[in-house]
């Protein structure tokens, strides 16, 4: 049942229950429901099987960008990003799941990056309303968008519910100053601990640069 309920979900956008995959055994999730001729008949608001993002359980807000995340349990995660003009999707990780990037709202100076296994940079650019982006688990990536007025919106499936992500920088932060003097000489080792660093709850941030070019500023 589980995996009828998930194609469901990925079926369509914005979410929407599918009857025709209810089983009686999902009856006691549904707060209010009636059957006819045509299958059981419940409304989104009175089902777990909806998720509504906007009210998500993580959500982080700053700046014009957002995120909310919500976990379906035992199953995947879904996750809403709004990126703002010049807003930074940061380097990251989410080391236990993999996951898909559908774009609802998006402009052609948007870019999305990621490090592939083999060591390679790989830069997305022309991304467009409708165009889905496959992260592979561990994959180090990114994302920024360029545009001076306007903002876009990703919708993010996980294929687990942990989504727990790691920065690159934080990772750098937890080693020892000896061993990083060792690894990328005293010098490269003392700016990278004089950089002033976002906070670590804070998966997106503004570009300087792209918001003086803007006027942004």
């Known amino acids: 049942m589980a995996t009828s309920s998930m194609i469901c979900l990925l079926s369509l956008l914005p979410f929407a229950l599918c009857p025709s995959v209810l089983d009686p055994g999902d009856i006691p999730i549904l707060d209010s429901y009636h059957t006819d001729d045509s299958g059981i008949s419940v409304d989104a608001a009175d089902t777990k ?72 940079t790989i830069i997305i ?33 996980f294929n687990g519910p942990d989504i727990s992500f790691v920065r690159p920088d934080i990772q750098i932060d937890s080693i020892p100053e000896s061993i990083l003097n060792v690894s990328m000489g005293e010098e490269l080792a003392r700016k990278i601990s004089e950089l002033k660093k976002p906070n670590p709850e804070d998966p997106i941030v503004r570009c300087p640069k792209c918001m003086g070019m803007c006027g942004l500023a």
């Open 49 to 120: 099987l909806v998720y509504d993002l906007h009210n998500a359980e993580v959500r982080f807000e700053w700046e014009g960008s957002s995120s909310f995340y919500q976990v379906v349990p035992g199953l995947m995660a879904i996750a809403l990003y709004n990126i703002a003009p010049c807003g930074v999707v940061l380097p990251f990780t989410v080391p236990y799941a993999g996951s898909m990037l559908y774009a609802t709202e998006c402009n052609a100076q948007m870019e999305f990056g990621y490090v592939a296994a083999n060591g390679s």
């Open 125 to 157: 650019t022309g991304f467009k309303p409708g165009n889905t982006l496959q992260i592979p688990k561990g994959a180090l990536h990114w994302g920024i968008n360029k545009s001076c007025t306007r903002a876009v919106s990703i919708i993010r499936f």
